[in-house]
């Protein structure tokens, strides 16, 4: 792909061009270049310069893993416009709220299978405190140490350590002493002013997800970013979000991995709003891995895009296509996302990346290789018990 790469810088304009070269140059792109390449770049254009990239930071790796969710709640004291799945306090009868003898019986139902990671987030239930969420974490690791506790949303976070008064940094160490080992990148959606306070008012602001995640990382605790594209934003709102990810990232080195979420439109606030193109995901997902030039990994959220489109994603700049989901993931399937009860078995996860021509690597939180499958047989690959 790489070698009819100046073939295509001659065919575009100069601006273009000029991007194309810097990136091929490996030197950072501005945001008015990034902006540049949402208004001009073509499908083609994007998406042979991003796998580039990808393939330059990861040949044909693609990385997933072995993970379970513990969603805690649906009960949200916030009222996000984009978002299906919380119920407010006062209509907390139609939601669900876990105790943490449930959670537990969850954490144990995979006992004795080969799950790395258990990746907890839910709605911000005003019950649900500071406490609670600490005495879960040293159960879940008196149980089980060796399980990666992935959890906790920014906007999670910062409602229990201000209810709970006490600082970012003094939340994040007793989080982390109690056995939290990293933070997903929920919460962030669109940073700029002009849009959040249209989408999602009432939550933490770009500052504070910010300083939360920085806290994070001054812990040594590795963490995600997200952002929620597609709905009312412009160009320039998704590479000021971007780029100030990117900023961050200079400072600190913190962050794993860039997640883009596309807004599904499924019974919210927001069902007025039509849906992107794939072309548009396609292209998004490209411009992505060209602007966060320090993030090692893109990802692609499967249950949220589809099983053909994430293969798709693969092509377009990413290079992760996260993990075997069990169904008790709700706030894609409660949105109207392609994967009503999303579960794949590592056997058909590995089957997805082969299919593509890609290289699956089972991978830990923290990008440690656990499996690379590039010499399993897609033909057999259902018959290996472990696999399932
Ligand atoms: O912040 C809510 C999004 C996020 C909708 O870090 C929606 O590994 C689309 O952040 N359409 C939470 N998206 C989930 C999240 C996440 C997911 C997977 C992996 C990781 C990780 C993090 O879900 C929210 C919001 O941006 N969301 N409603 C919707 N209607
Ligand atoms: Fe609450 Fe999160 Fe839904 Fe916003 S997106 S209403 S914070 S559950």
């Known amino acids: 792909m790489s070698t009819s790469i100046p073939q295509l810088l001659t065919t575009v304009d100069s601006q273009l061009r000029q991007i194309g070269e810097k990136i091929l140059a490996e030197e950072r792109i501005t945001p008015e270049e990034g902006v540049a390449l949402f208004e001009k770049g073509s499908l083609a ?9 990808r393939e330059r930071k ?6 997933f893993n072995r993970n379970f969710h513990i969603e805690p709640t649906n009960v949200c004291v916030y009222t996000c416009h984009f978002c299906s799945y919380s119920r407010v306090y006062a209509h907390r009868d139609e939601g669900w709220e876990l105790s943490q003898q449930q959670m537990m019986d969850i954490v144990k139902s995979y006992d004795g299978k080969p799950v790395t990671e258990v990746h907890i987030v839910g709605g911000v239930h005003p019950k649900m405190n500071l406490e609670f969420f600490a005495e879960l974490l040293r159960k879940i690791k008196e149980h089980r140490p060796e399980l990666h506790i992935k959890g906790f949303t920014a906007v999670e976070l910062d409602y229990m350590f201000r209810k709970a008064k006490v600082s970012v940094t003094e939340g994040m160490k007793y989080l982390h002493a109690a056995g939290l080992d990293s933070m997903p990148g929920g919460g962030a959606e669109i940073f700029h002013p002009d849009v959040r306070n249209v989408i999602c008012a009432d ?14 990382h001054n812990e040594g605790m590795h963490t995600n970013a997200t952002m929620l594209y597609g709905h009312v934003e412009t160009y320039a709102h998704r590479i000021d979000h971007m780029d100030r990810l990117r900023t961050l990232q200079d400072k600190t080195g913190g ?28 292209k998004l997902y490209a411009v992505a891995r060209l602007y966060m030039d320090n993030f090692p990994h893109i990802k692609a959220y499967w249950p949220m895009l589809g099983r053909q489109n994430a293969q798709l994603t693969l092509s377009f700049g990413v290079n992760d296509l996260d ?21 794949l078995s590592t056997a058909q996860l590995v089957s997805l990346i082969k299919q593509v021509g890609r290289e699956p690597v089972e991978r830990d939180t923290l990008y440690n290789e656990v499996r690379n499958f590039k010499d399993v047989d897609i033909n057999t690959i259902e018959l290996d018990p472990s696999l399932n």
């Open 203 to 216: 939550k933490v602001d770009a500052d504070g997800w910010l300083e939360i995640h920085e806290a994070a």
């Open 323 to 343: 993990g075997t989901i069990d169904d008790t993931t709700k706030i894609y399937s409660m949105a109207g996302s392609e994967e009503q009860s999303p579960s």
């Open 58 to 63: 990861h040949g044909d790796k693609t990385y």
């Open 255 to 282: 962050f794993n991995t860039f997640i883009p979420l596309k807004f599904r439109n499924g019974d919210n606030d927001m069902s007025h709003v039509a849906e992107t193109s794939v072309i548009e995901d396609m």
């Open 45 to 53: 254009f994007l998406g042979a310069l991003a796998n580039h990239v």
